[in-house]
């Protein structure tokens, strides 16, 4: 979902034909849909047609048209845990979009019953010293940790190590910012699903588009955007008439 003071807009992607594989040699080559739609009509503002399988560097470019196509200079972004990206998310401050999506959980230590780094707060009084700084996927990663967990009680499910290390990106406060936000607005990603599958579906359903009939990517750019305005039109229709719509037009 996309927000920016007049309005409000979803981002997703539907799950028209998927790149990814689950064995080998059963991968589908397909095209990675891209939309934002507006809260209050449902209408899609922006789209886009992507050969990569994965949505992770999709986040800004979506938002980055969304906000031409409204005309803003400042836009808050809600999506799904598949857009979660570090990078992105720095490119979003730079940008002027502010995203708020969850983070995922890429750590087994929940299901095995131990501590993740989410469990950690500060507490008055202690210290977590810094030791060095790392760069990991391209980002500048500082290690903490503290002699103090030889003697904790709670090491077991802390670690399975001499101590519990903790990595923080040298840009964590805005991940911490936005997983504020998501918990300030918890009806955020329920109202993201609400407004996001409705065009899908329809598109997919009425239109019997469930799959893309064209080859290339351009071809298939062009299919997107001739489902989109017929689906904007109707829903248009839908809304208003199709009286008011033709005079619209006509103006």
């Known amino acids: 979902m996309l927000e920016c003071p007049d309005e409000q807009i979803s981002l997703t992607d539907p799950d028209a034909r998927s790149m990814a594989t689950s064995r080998r040699g059963s991968g589908a080559v397909g095209y990675n849909m891209q939309a934002a739609v507006e809260t209050d009509h449902l209408l899609i503002v922006a789209h886009d047609v992507e050969q990569t399988g994965s949505d992770r560097a999709q986040l800004v470019a979506m938002g980055q048209k969304a906000k031409q196509a ?77 002699d103090a967990c030889t003697n904790c009680p709670l090491k077991s499910q802390c670690t ?23 918990d300030e607005n918890p009806e955020a990603m329920r109202l993201r699903r609400e407004t996001v599958e409705h065009p899908f579906g329809t598109i997919k359903m009425r239109l019997g588009a469930t799959h893309f009939l064209l080859k290339r990517l351009g071809n298939v750019k062009t299919e997107m955007a001739m489902s989109v305005l017929a689906y904007n039109l109707t829903r248009v229709m839908n809304i208003i008439g199709i009286r008011p719509l033709m005079a619209a037009i006509q103006a």
């Open 70 to 146: 409204f005309g803003v200079d400042k836009l808050d972004v809600v999506a799904d845990r598949g857009y979660f990206s570090a990078g992105q998310i720095r490119e979003c401050a730079d940008a002027d979009i502010t995203p708020t999506l969850p983070k995922p959980q890429t750590s087994s230590n929940r299901k095995k019953g131990m501590f993740v780094k989410a469990d950690f707060r500060y507490v008055a009084g202690e210290r977590l010293p810094w030791r060095y700084v790392t760069e990991e996927n391209g980002l500048v990663v500082s290690r903490y940790w503290t």
């Open 160 to 182: 399975t190590g001499k101590e519990r290390r903790i990595s923080r990106w040298e840009h964590e406060h805005l991940v911490e910012a936005m997983r504020q936000r998501l």
